[in-house]
C-alpha cells in the first residue's frame, strides 16, 4: 500500500490557494504611508554547498505545490545544492547565477523581514515558533498514515479500530499536528520505509528564498511555509522592491498564522489584499469601488482582469476592514483559522467557497465601518452597498 513519500504527499496535496502572485505596480502614491521602510542592516554571508551542510532547500523528489509554489522547482530539483546563508536568510538557486544575485537577494529579504513582522504585528520569534520548525508536507505525510490502524509505528489508541471513521481522522489530524521535532525524529526513525530522516524534513529558522529565473514580472514573487520565491536580478529586477519583498514575506506570515497542513484556508482577495495593504503597495481609491467586486475572488481561478487593478481592490476591500476593526481583532481572527482543522463534512455542505473556519472567524470578529457586525456573506453580497457608505 505504501509506495513512496513524495508519491503520497502529492496525492494529498490539495488546491487551497495559489501564492503566485500577479504584477504589481505602485505607480499611486495611495497607501503609502503604510510602507515601513527596510531596515538598515548589515548582511553578511557565505555561499556553502548543501552536500556538506546537510541543509537543503528541499528533499522531496515531488513536493506539493502548497510547500514551495509554482516557481521553486529547480531549487529542489536542478539545483539542490547550493546557497548563500545569512543570519537569518538562506538563498538556494542556479550556481551559474552571479554570486551578486545571491547576496543582493539575501539582503533584500533580512531588511524587510523586520518590517513585514512589524506590519503583520508579530516578533520574529513569535513567526518561527508558529511556523514550527518540521516541513507540512512531512506532517501531512504522518497525518495521512495515522489515519489508518496500526499503518505506522506509532502508540496509536487501544480503542482506535472502534471509533468512527471521523473521529480517527480527527485524532489523526490533532496528534500529527501536535508532534515535536524529537516525535517527528522518532516515528520516521521507527518507519524507515517512508525513506526520509529528521534532518531531511526539519526546518531552520531562517526565511529558505529561492531564485528562479523568469524574465518577466508575472508571478515574480511567492510566498510558501519556508520562505519566498523570487526572481534572480540579473535577469528581471522589478521596481518597488522592497513593497515586493515585503510582500511575500507577509504570505509566509499568513500561512503561519492562519495555515496548517492543508493549506493557507484565506480567500485570495483577503491574502493578497492583507499583503498589498501592510506592504504600502498602491490600493484602489474607495470612490473607485465599483471597477471591481473583489470580494467573490476566492480562488485563483476566479480572479479576472488586469491583474494590476485586481491587487488594488483587493488592497482597498482589506483596507475596509483595516479602518473598521483593530489591529488586534484581524490577528485574533486569522490565529483562530489557522488553529481549527478543517471539516470536510462541513466544508462540502456549506453555501459558499471560502474554506469554512474563514467563514466562522470572520464572522465572530469583523465588523462593519458603523461598528455593526460584518459576515462574509454580507461582504460579497452587499460590497458596493458598503463601500458607497464608506467612500462618503
Ligand atoms: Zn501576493
Redesign the pocket.
Known amino acids: 500500500m505504501i509506495t513512496t513519500y513524495s508519491k503520497l504527499v502529492v496525492a494529498s496535496a490539495i488546491s487551497l490557494s495559489l501564492?503566485?502572485?500577479?504584477g504589481s505596480d505602485s505607480d499611486s502614491s495611495n497607501n503609502a504611508e503604510n510602507f515601513i521602510p527596510p531596515a538598515n542592516v548589515v548582511v553578511t554571508g557565505e555561499f556553502k554547498h548543501s552536500a556538506e551542510t546537510g541543509k537543503y532547500f528541499a528533499t522531496e523528489e515531488y513536493p506539493s505545490y502548497v510547500q514551495y509554489g509554482q516557481n521553486a522547482q529547480h531549487c529542489y530539483q536542478n539545483y539542490n545544492d547550493y546557497y548563500y546563508e545569512t543570519d537569518k536568510v538562506m538563498v538556494f538557486g542556479n550556481p551559474g547565477l552571479p554570486e551578486d544575485d545571491f547576496t543582493q537577494a539575501a539582503k533584500w529579504v533580512e531588511s524587510n523581514f523586520p518590517s513585514a513582522l512589524a506590519a503583520f504585528g508579530l516578533t520574529e520569534q513569535e513567526y518561527f515558533a508558529a511556523r514550527g520548525n518540521i516541513r507540512y508536507d512531512a506532517i501531512r505525510f504522518i497525518r495521512d498514515m495515522l489515519k489508518y490502524s496500526n499503518a505506522i509505528d506509532f502508540p496509536y489508541p487501544t480503542d482506535f479500530d472502534t471509533w468512527t471513521e471521523q473521529a480517527q481522522e480527527d485524532w489523526a489530524y490533532d496528534t500529527a499536528q501536535s508532534l515535536s521535532y524529537e516525535e517527528v525524529d522518532a516515528v520516521l526513525a521507527n518507519n524507515n520505509y517512508i525513506g526520509y530522516l529528521i534532518n531531511d524534513v526539519g526546518l531552520e529558522q531562517k526565511i529558505y528564498v529561492c531564485l528562479h529565473e523568469q524574465d518577466n514580472p508575472y508571478g515574480w514573487?511567492?510566498?510558501s511555509q519556508i520562505g519566498i520565491t523570487i526572481g534572480a536580478k540579473s535577469i528581471y529586477k522589478p521596481n518597488d522592491i522592497d513593497q515586493l519583498i515585503q510582500?511575500?514575506l507577509?504570505?509566509t506570515l499568513q500561512i503561519a498564522i492562519s495555515g496548517d497542513i492543508d493549506g493557507l484556508k484565506l480567500p485570495r482577495w483577503f491574502?493578497?489584499g492583507q499583503?498589498?495593504y501592510l506592504s504600502g503597495m498602491s490600493v484602489a481609491k474607495k470612490e473607485d469601488h465599483q471597477e471591481y467586486n473583489p470580494t467573490q475572488v476566492v480562488t485563483f481561478w476566479d480572479e479576472y482582469g488586469d491583474p494590476s487593478d485586481a491587487?488594488k481592490h483587493y488592497g482597498l476591500a482589506y483596507q475596509y476592514l483595516a479602518d473598521a476593526n483593530s489591529a488586534s481583532s484581524i490577528f485574533e481572527m486569522l490565529t483562530e483559522i489557522g488553529s481549527q482543522r478543517i471539516d470536510w463534512q462541513l466544508q462540502n455542505s456549506v453555501s459558499f467557497p471560502e474554506i469554512h473556519n474563514y467563514v466562522e472567524a470572520f464572522d465572530k470578529h469583523m465588523k462593519q465601518h458603523n461598528g455593526t457586525p460584518l459576515t462574509v456573506e454580507q461582504y460579497r453580497n452587499n460590497y458596493h452597498g458598503l463601500m458607497s457608505s464608506y467612500a462618503n
Open positions: 501564492m503566485a502572485c500577479g514573487g511567492e510566498g510582500h511575500e507577509i504570505h491574502s493578497e499583503a498589498v491587487y
